[in-house]
């Protein structure tokens, strides 16, 4: 079945999430994510359980009930930008899509006016899913929510 044919809920992350956070940063497909090794049980408290609300809200991404990935969304200047990492078996299933127009409506009803990731450049496969998604640019990819002066240089 295919990502837009199942459940999708992102649901934010409380301290109640830990072992579940756990899980998924001790995936080998984790690994490094959010700097080099594996993060402890206070790191996860710290980062990934509601901590930094309201300046970074961490929701993990369920399909069908199963916990399958993790997001982020963090306030950039007037705009925002996002972290997303799923578990191998989800990629490429139409998931990812799902999750950044979630985020996009969530970013929209907030009145932000534009939303950025920072895959690396050397990972040709986030790069391409961020373009495949609509997010334009070099370095630091924008999404344009709405045009304006600051974006020009950079969306487009």
Same mark, same amino acid.
């Given at each position: 079945? $295919?990502? &837009?044919?199942?459940?999708?809920?992102?649901? +934010? *992350? *409380?301290?109640?999430?830990?072992?579940?956070?756990?899980?998924?940063?001790?995936?080998?497909?984790?690994?490094?994510?959010?700097?080099? @090794?594996?993060?402890?049980? &206070?790191?996860?408290?710290?980062?990934?359980? @509601?901590? $930094?609300?309201?300046?970074?809200?961490?929701?993990?991404?369920?399909?069908?009930?199963?916990?399958?990935?993790? *997001?982020?969304?963090?306030?950039?200047?007037?705009?925002?930008?996002?972290?997303?990492?799923?578990?191998?078996?989800? =990629?490429?299933? @139409?998931?990812? =899509?799902?999750?950044?127009?979630?985020?996009?409506?969530?970013?929209?009803? &907030? @009145?932000?006016?534009?939303?950025?990731?920072?895959? &690396? +450049?050397?990972?040709?496969?986030?790069?391409?899913?961020? $373009?495949?998604?609509?997010?334009?640019?070099?370095?630091?990819?924008?999404?344009?929510?709405?045009? *304006?002066?600051?974006?020009?240089?950079?969306?487009?």
């Amino acid at each position: 079945m $295919r990502g &837009s044919e199942r459940a999708l809920m992102l649901r +934010p *992350t *409380t301290p109640d999430d830990l072992l579940e956070v756990r899980a998924l940063f001790r995936d080998p497909a984790f690994e490094g994510w959010g700097g080099p @090794g594996f993060r402890s049980d &206070s790191q996860l408290r710290e980062k990934y359980l @509601g901590a $930094r609300l309201p300046d970074v809200e961490c929701f993990l991404v369920e399909v069908d009930d199963r916990v399958v990935g993790f *997001t982020q969304l963090y306030a950039d200047g007037s705009g925002a930008g996002t972290d997303l990492i799923l578990l191998p078996a989800e =990629r490429g299933a @139409g998931v990812g =899509r799902q999750v950044v127009e979630a985020l996009l409506e969530r970013i929209r009803a &907030s @009145g932000r006016t534009h939303f950025v990731v920072d895959p &690396s +450049p050397e990972d040709r496969g986030a790069v391409a899913f961020w $373009r495949a998604v609509g997010f334009r640019g070099r370095g630091t990819m924008a999404y344009p929510l709405q045009e *304006t002066d600051e974006q020009q240089n950079v969306v487009r």
